[in-house]
């Protein structure tokens, strides 16, 4: 058989494409249901510290334990679609929690918002899922700038581009105000404008 020939090369090739493309084939299916599992666990996860709720064991089945004995979660629907809202209704604890995103800088952000019953202050925000630079903007999951959200109230009387301000302000002192990532302007606009479109969204819906 002439190995130069372009039969022998094209036959060749489509044999590498077919022997890798089923190992990788075989691979992501043997493993779904396992990248299933810590989806739902990592989700889990940040779904209870954006509410606050302590889980006694590090286990998949306490997080689930934890998310049913404490939140009740439902769907509903908006101006584009469906939104997954949480409520807590332990005594002294209530609070409403709502998934939001955006477009960051790169790719898209995803998180919850957790609220008071009334609406009137950010008692947390975390993120499930951000692609933002290392060092820069995917410095939004460190402690000392999601703390910042923790009481943070939102001036449902201002332009709703600055019911919530990160970043620099006519008033620095404004109260519904945290500072942005240093070296990561894009990414703090970006989540600012999300975070605020979300929010009048958040208002408007009808939730019981």
């Given at each position: 058989m002439n190995k130069r020939s372009m039969g022998y090369v094209l036959g060749f090739t489509g044999a590498l494409c077919v022997v890798f493309g089923l190992g990788i084939s075989v691979v992501h299916y043997?493993?779904?249901?396992?990248l299933q599992r810590n989806e739902a666990l990592h989700r889990n996860r940040v779904i209870l510290r954006a509410f606050m709720i302590?889980?006694?064991?590090?286990?998949?089945?306490?997080?689930?334990?934890?998310?049913?004995?404490?939140?009740?979660?439902?769907k509903v629907k908006d101006g584009e679609g469906t939104r997954t809202v949480y409520r807590r209704r332990d005594?002294?604890?209530?609070?409403?929690?709502?998934?939001?995103?955006?477009m960051?800088?790169?790719?898209?952000?995803?998180?919850i918002v957790v609220l008071t019953s009334d609406l009137r202050r950010i008692l947390s925000?975390?993120?499930?899922?951000?692609?933002?630079t290392p060092g820069l903007g995917a410095r939004i999951e460190e402690r000392?700038?999601?703390?910042?959200?923790k009481g943070l109230p939102v001036a449902w009387d201002a332009a709703p581009k600055e019911r919530v301000i990160i970043g620099p302000s006519a008033d620095p002192n404004a109260a519904h105000r945290v500072d942005a990532i240093t070296g990561a302007t894009?990414?703090?606009?970006?989540?600012?404008?999300f975070l605020n479109s979300e929010?009048?969204?958040?208002?408007?819906l009808e939730i019981d």
């Amino acid at each position: 058989m002439n190995k130069r020939s372009m039969g022998y090369v094209l036959g060749f090739t489509g044999a590498l494409c077919v022997v890798f493309g089923l190992g990788i084939s075989v691979v992501h299916y043997s493993t779904l249901e396992m990248l299933q599992r810590n989806e739902a666990l990592h989700r889990n996860r940040v779904i209870l510290r954006a509410f606050m709720i302590d889980v006694p064991e590090e286990t998949p089945q306490a997080y689930e334990d934890a998310i049913r004995r404490h939140l009740e979660i439902s769907k509903v629907k908006d101006g584009e679609g469906t939104r997954t809202v949480y409520r807590r209704r332990d005594r002294g604890n209530e609070a409403i929690g709502f998934d939001f995103g955006g477009m960051g800088f790169w790719d898209r952000i995803d998180g919850i918002v957790v609220l008071t019953s009334d609406l009137r202050r950010i008692l947390s925000i975390e993120f499930f899922d951000q692609k933002e630079t290392p060092g820069l903007g995917a410095r939004i999951e460190e402690r000392w700038f999601l703390d910042q959200f923790k009481g943070l109230p939102v001036a449902w009387d201002a332009a709703p581009k600055e019911r919530v301000i990160i970043g620099p302000s006519a008033d620095p002192n404004a109260a519904h105000r945290v500072d942005a990532i240093t070296g990561a302007t894009q990414t703090s606009m970006a989540l600012m404008r999300f975070l605020n479109s979300e929010l009048e969204r958040i208002r408007t819906l009808e939730i019981d």
